[in-house]
């Protein structure tokens, strides 16, 4: 959705499954910023890049205008996407977590879900310290809950 000429976003649609087995429907915004070239702001789940692809193509512009992500903090459904939409579109990441990248980013792989993260019934806190366990975890190819 256009918000004003140079900004757009995207809700994107994504389940967690409790403990009990059931679905729950989440969701996650990407922002794409247009100008000369295009900034995103975060990529959503792994998956997304489906639905950004899309929404770029409707909107006559491509993924190779794309020249930075920037990832607002290091959970699954913020960085998911990134690998696979950097490949396309070879951008600059920008993202905090005192000097280390995402191997998730950085390999060309997709971050997918860690299992305390989708068995939890519903997404960790926003918070530092989540943030901080999450993104360790990830660089240390091991779960969240394990962290």
């Known amino acids: 959705m256009q ?5 757009h976003v995207l ?3 994504f389940q967690i499954t409790d403990p009990s087995g059931q679905k729950v429907p989440r969701f996650v915004y990407a922002f794409l910023i247009y100008g000369e070239r ?5 990529s959503g789940v792994a998956g997304s ?8 193509k ?4 491509s993924p190779e205008e794309i020249s930075n992500l920037v990832l607002t903090h290091a959970h699954p459904d ?3 996407a990134s690998a696979s939409i950097k490949r396309i579109s070879g951008y600059t990441v920008a ?3 005192g000097g280390k990248k995402s191997s998730a980013v950085e ?3 997709n971050a997918a879900m860690p299992a305390s993260f989708s068995g939890t019934g519903s997404a960790p806190s926003h918070g530092q310290s989540t943030r901080g366990r999450i993104f360790s975890s990830q660089l240390e190819g091991r779960s969240a809950r394990s962290a």
Do not use: C, F, M, N
Not at 49 to 56: F, G, K, V
């Open 78 to 80: 913020h960085i998911g």
């Open 3 to 7: 918000i004003t000429d140079h900004v």
């Open 11 to 13: 809700k994107i649609p």
């Open 95 to 97: 993202a905090q977590g």
């Open 58 to 61: 409707k909107t006559g512009r």
């Open 38 to 42: 295009i900034w995103l702001i975060d």
């Open 107 to 109: 390999s060309g792989q």
């Open 49 to 56: 890049e489906r639905i950004i692809l899309d929404y770029l």
